[in-house]
């Protein structure tokens, strides 16, 4: 195969070796050039880069392999194919002449069609190399692309979890933070009245008993005191109840907040599940019930900040699928847990089925791919399945479906035991 664009530059001292390869190339339709020593032959080269290098090996000033070596060290040359030409036809001397770079030796006197033949070839390479090279950069480029849309989903792994905790934290601290407000304020109204007669109480000793007397005698008339003691237990045991609960959702929180470990650790599953339940009771409170039924677990070696997330996004997407039909009653979520031998390996089963709108085979089919939501803007990001799909994979664990359209939807994580 020949091109009218390939330039090939011969290198010769000898005019008459230089004008026959001339001949024989150009013949085939190659652009020629001619350099009669080394110097020349480099300065012509980084001029203009040739396809392919011809080159003598005796030649005065510099020799072939010289030039050679000046080639390779020039990066904009190095990549072009060099065929030696010369009457040396010792072993060390073809040796050399790879081992300097050359890609091929031609032994004068030659054939002409064993000249072509192996410029063909040795063109036909370079092309095919150049062209691995450039889809090896592009590879190189598409990995990068990748790796940083890898950090960014990391990143947006956290910000959604991020995102679905400080909305379930803020709705549910919300409620026992007015619990404790209110109780404090009917506290405060209640403690008045007792104030005044604790300070009568105060005086009492002071001498002036029938004043003293008298007076709490009309307090009592005019307060009701076993309303009072009954209104001042409640208010402080709804202040109690309120500060209670505070406090379970912050060790909840704690729970979750394992989310940065990367560290396995040895924890209990229904703890977690109970944590990612609590922190969302807000978006479900009235209108889901929730079943649990948790067998005997065992302590579970896992990433508990990244199983968290999973327990989250999976109830977080049944809550929105029951959501969804506003109108069916008897709404329910059923978290359970077994265990299951799978293949030889004792695993974890976590299951969070759903009375929810299910799900038809179109959308099963792209479930677990990144960005896909049936949600509206700003509801759905399409991303906690895929998110889960990785961080249970990463636990050796897979995440299976069982949906009917209209009638609701299961999914079962399976968490095979790892080895410590
Ligand atoms: N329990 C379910 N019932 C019905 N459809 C579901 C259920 N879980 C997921 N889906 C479907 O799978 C899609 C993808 O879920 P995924 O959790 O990955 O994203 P999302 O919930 O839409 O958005 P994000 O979780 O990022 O906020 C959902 O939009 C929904 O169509
Ligand atoms: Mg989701």
Redesign the pocket.
């Known amino acids: 195969m020949t091109e009218k664009t390939t330039m090939i530059l011969i290198v010769d001292d000898t005019p008459a070796n230089l004008q026959l390869l001339e001949s024989i190339l150009k013949e085939k339709g190659y652009e020629v050039r001619g350099a009669i020593n080394g110097p020349m032959a480099l300065k012509a080269a980084r001029l203009q880069p040739p396809d392919l290098v011809m080159l003598d090996i005796n030649m005065p000033e510099m020799n072939g392999f010289e030039v050679c070596r000046a080639l390779k060290e020039d990066p904009a040359l190095a990549s072009i194919p060099v065929i030696f030409v010369s009457a040396a036809v010792e072993t060390a001397d073809k040796l050399r002449a790879f081992d300097e770079g050359g890609v091929d030796y031609v032994t004068k006197p030659f054939q002409a069609q064993e000249v072509l033949a192996r410029v063909e070839t040795h063109l036909e390479l370079s092309r095919v190399r150049g062209a691995l090279q450039r889809q090896n950069a592009e590879l190189a480029r598409t990995l990068e692309h990748l790796t940083r849309a890898q950090v960014h989903l990391v990143q ?1 792994e956290k910000m ?1 979890a991020l ?2 905790l400080t909305a379930g934290v803020a709705h549910e601290l919300n409620n026992p933070l007015n619990f404790i407000a209110a109780s404090v304020q009917g506290l405060k109204k209640t403690v008045a009245p007792i104030d005044e007669l604790m300070a009568l109480c105060q005086a009492l000793p002071g001498g002036i008993c029938d004043e003293v007397i008298g007076r709490i005698e009309t307090w009592c008339r005019e307060n009701e005191l076993g309303e009072l003691r009954e209104s001042m237990n409640e208010l402080v045991n709804n202040a109690c109840y309120g500060a209670n609960r505070a406090a379970e959702i912050v060790s909840s929180l704690r729970i979750f907040s394992r989310m940065d470990e990367a560290d396995r650790k040895s924890v209990n599953l229904h703890e977690c599940l109970d944590a990612a339940l609590l922190l969302l009771n807000g978006s479900y409170k009235d209108r889901i019930r929730i079943e649990r039924h948790y067998d005997d677990l065992p302590p579970w070696l896992c990433q508990p900040g990244r199983l968290n997330q999973v327990f989250m ?2 109830l ?3 809550v ?2 029951i959501m ?1 039909q506003p109108e069916k009653v008897d709404a329910t979520i059923r978290v359970s847990t077994r265990m299951e031998e799978r293949d030889g390996r004792c695993c974890a089963v976590v299951e ?1 089925a ?1 009375s ?4 038809t085979d179109e ?2 089919k ?10 509206e803007v700003g ?10 799909h990785g961080i249970v994979r990463d636990h050796q664990g897979v995440i299976e ?1 069982e ?1 009917r359209a209209g009638q ?4 079962r994580v399976i968490l095979p035991q790892l080895e410590t």
């Open positions: 947006s959604a995102g679905l996004n999976l977080a997407n049944a929105d699928a969804a969070v759903d929810g709108v299910g799900m959308v099963r792209h479930l677990f791919e990144p960005f896909f939501t049936t949600k509801k759905g990001v399409g991303l906690g399945l895929s998110i889960s479906v949906s609701g939807s299961a999914f």
